[in-house]
């Protein structure tokens, strides 16, 4: 258990993930805060900071304390230009109403993420977020044997950009806690490498609303310039969309971390013969597999 500064006060909210802060100021960024914060984050994966008071340059300087920053690699920002910072407005289309885990597509996919609740409605819009430990730990036995072994592929069809693909492990090891956590969601995921389309739809379609389980779930209600810091490697996150009006979030994102598994025991399923008549994603994962392994 994380050892808590005094003044701060800590308040679970679900057994699964997710604690409020109080009696912190972000903008105290010593080495000491950071540490507590690291510590917190590992403990209850998402982290809630009310009535907050950072300008952007606070904000990014806060997230770069946790690691290198990236902006959104095909997403424009509606109203703040900044090379470090993603802005999502619900007017721009920003609606992010889809459970994910950031930027999987990458072979080094986002880390954490430090959010910002710039404006919001009175109601809705509220964020649910998932422990991915949790969901890989209620899995049957003969279920997480199989995840074990499998790999799955990425891509960012969803930006219009289908043409970047990552493969990671379906189940993912955290390189700091050593627990498991089922690495697969909807948005990002488009198939399972060693299986035949079919029975990755199956398994997908499985897994993917396995994830969303209310017992492995917070969801939070915002209030403007509460700050949230989520743990990409172990949660996912959805955004009702039931709200009427502007709300605009920004977000810095640490990038960084390779996911690592345990090692696939099956080769890749590929027919090249057949590609002809195969789905997009068969001939999708075949290309990519070719250009990874350096084939012509």
């Given at each position: 258990?994380?050892?808590?500064?005094?003044?701060?006060?800590?308040?679970?909210?679900?057994?699964?993930?997710?604690?409020?802060?109080?009696?912190?100021?972000?903008?105290?960024?010593?080495?000491?805060?950071?540490?507590?914060?690291?510590?917190?984050?590992?403990?209850?994966?998402?982290?809630?900071?009310?009535?907050?008071?950072?300008?952007?340059?606070?904000?990014?300087?806060?997230?770069?304390?946790?690691?290198?920053?990236?902006?959104?690699?095909?997403?424009?920002?509606?109203?703040?230009?900044?090379?470090?910072?993603?802005?999502?407005?619900?007017?721009?289309?920003?609606?992010?109403?889809?459970?994910?885990?950031?930027?999987?597509?990458?072979?080094?996919?986002?880390?954490?993420?430090?959010?910002?609740?710039?404006?919001?409605?009175?109601?809705?819009?509220?964020?649910?977020?998932?422990?991915?430990?949790?969901?890989?730990?209620?899995?049957?036995?003969?279920?997480?044997?199989?995840?074990?072994?499998?790999?799955?592929?990425?891509?960012?069809?969803?930006?219009?950009?289908?043409?970047?693909?990552?493969?990671?492990?379906?189940?993912?090891?955290?390189?700091?806690?050593?627990?498991?956590?089922?690495?697969?969601?909807?948005?990002?995921?488009?198939?399972?490498?060693?299986?035949?389309?079919?029975?990755?739809?199956?398994?997908?379609?499985?897994?993917?609303?396995?994830?969303?389980?209310?017992?492995?779930?917070?969801?939070?209600?915002?209030?403007?310039?509460?700050?949230?810091?989520?743990?990409?490697?172990?949660?996912?996150?959805?955004?009702?969309?039931?709200?009427?009006?502007?709300?605009?979030?920004?977000?810095?994102?640490?990038m960084g971390d390779r996911p690592v598994g345990d090692p696939p025991r099956w080769e890749p399923f590929v027919r090249p013969g057949r590609l002809s008549a195969a789905s997009r994603h068969d001939r999708q994962l075949f290309q990519f597999l070719k250009a990874r392994d350096g084939q012509t």
């Open positions: 258990m994380a050892t808590i500064p005094q003044g701060w006060q800590v308040r679970r909210l679900a057994p699964a993930l997710g604690a409020e802060v109080t009696g912190v100021d972000l903008r105290d960024q010593d080495a000491s805060a950071i540490d507590a914060l690291k510590a917190l984050l590992l403990e209850h994966l998402v982290l809630f900071f009310p009535a907050q008071d950072l300008s952007v340059d606070e904000h990014v300087a806060l997230g770069r304390c946790f690691g290198e920053l990236e902006g959104h690699p095909h997403l424009k920002n509606p109203y703040t230009p900044h090379t470090e910072l993603f802005e999502l407005a619900a007017t721009h289309g920003g609606i992010a109403d889809e459970w994910h885990t950031d930027i999987t597509f990458r072979d080094e996919p986002a880390l954490m993420s430090i959010l910002h609740m710039v404006k919001c409605p009175e109601t809705g819009g509220d964020t649910m977020w998932s422990s991915l430990y949790r969901a890989y730990e209620e899995l049957s036995t003969p279920m997480q044997a199989l995840c074990d072994g499998l790999t799955a592929l990425h891509d960012a069809l969803p930006h219009n950009r289908p043409d970047q693909m990552a493969i990671h492990p379906v189940v993912r090891i955290h390189p700091e806690t050593g627990r498991k956590a089922l690495y697969v969601n909807e948005h990002f995921t488009r198939r399972i490498v060693e299986m035949n389309a079919y029975e990755s739809d199956a398994l997908l379609r499985h897994l993917t609303r396995w994830v969303s389980n209310p017992r492995f779930t917070v969801r939070y209600r915002w209030q403007e310039h509460t700050y949230a810091m989520w743990d990409n490697r172990c949660t996912q996150h959805f955004v009702l969309n039931d709200f009427e009006g502007e709300r605009v979030i920004q977000r810095v994102t640490i």
